[in-house]
């Protein structure tokens, strides 16, 4: 699919393993869009934040950080690579210690600030599938096709589950993503929330490829028929 030289946006929102990350990569190979992976991007920050042991309470070293940070999303060869300040930090950023700790920090305004207008110069003129809790809503708001993932509590644990590959128990999933939806729910900047023209599509019991195929459908139906 060519380039649009406006670009056009997929965005595609929802509460965490609700199949957000999986689905937008899967999309972005088959329609040849590019990829924005912001949670990629949101432990960057917070593998800086760990390594520069700055605590969150302390502003002024935080925005000191952000205002020295660059950051930088390559694929190749269907691989992403995540640059920090020029360092590949792909593999850095799934440590368990920043898993830990991306969540209060993506809740920091001056993060999200920060990180929203990367994620902007990042998408400029390119045809891009973003997913996150705040793409639609606060992101691009103007994005030409908005998508809202959502899945049954039980399902989504029971897929983080299959993803930790046994190294952790069901109940403890599924407390640790009902903990997330209410943080991501209820922070003051940007909360998880479905836009008003996003289009819903519950997950629960679809398969990653019916889910693919479906926003691939609506994406060429929407690229086919802007209006």
């Known amino acids: 699919m060519k380039k649009n ?8 929102d929802g509460p965490a393993g609700s199949g957000k990350s999986t689905t937008a990569r899967l999309v972005a190979q088959r329609l040849g869009f590019f990829h924005l992976d912001t949670g990629a991007m949101y432990r960057a920050i917070t593998l800086k934040i760990i390594e520069a042991g ?8 935080l925005q000191q950080l952000l205002d020295s940070t660059q950051l930088n999303l390559k694929w190749e060869n269907d691989r ?12 850095a950023i799934r440590q368990p210690a920043v898993s830990a700790l991306v969540s209060p920090v993506s809740a920091i305004r001056s993060v999200r600030e920060k990180l929203v207008a990367e994620q ?4 400029a003129g390119r045809n891009v599938v973003c997913e996150g ?19 049954d509590l039980k399902e989504r644990a029971r897929r983080r589950l299959a993803e930790l590959k046994g190294k952790a128990n069901l109940e403890q999933v599924r407390k ?10 209820h922070r ?29 459908a609506l994406a060429r139906r929407r690229l086919a028929d802007p209006d």
């Open 5 to 12: 030289s406006a670009g056009f946006i997929i965005a595609i």
């Open 188 to 216: 003051r900047h940007s909360p998880l929330r479905r836009a008003r023209d996003a289009i819903l599509i519950d997950t629960t019991h679809l398969t990653i490829e019916e889910q693919v195929a479906l926003v691939c």
């Open 80 to 91: 992403l690579r995540v640059l920090l300040d020029k360092r590949d930090v792909t593999e």
């Open 120 to 123: 902007r110069r990042l998408a």
């Open 133 to 151: 809790r705040d793409i639609g809503s606060v992101v691009f708001p103007h994005a030409q096709l908005k998508i809202y993932l959502d899945c």
């Open 54 to 61: 700055i605590r969150l309470t302390n502003r002024r070293q």
């Open 176 to 185: 640790n993503l009902a903990e997330r939806d209410r943080i991501d729910s």
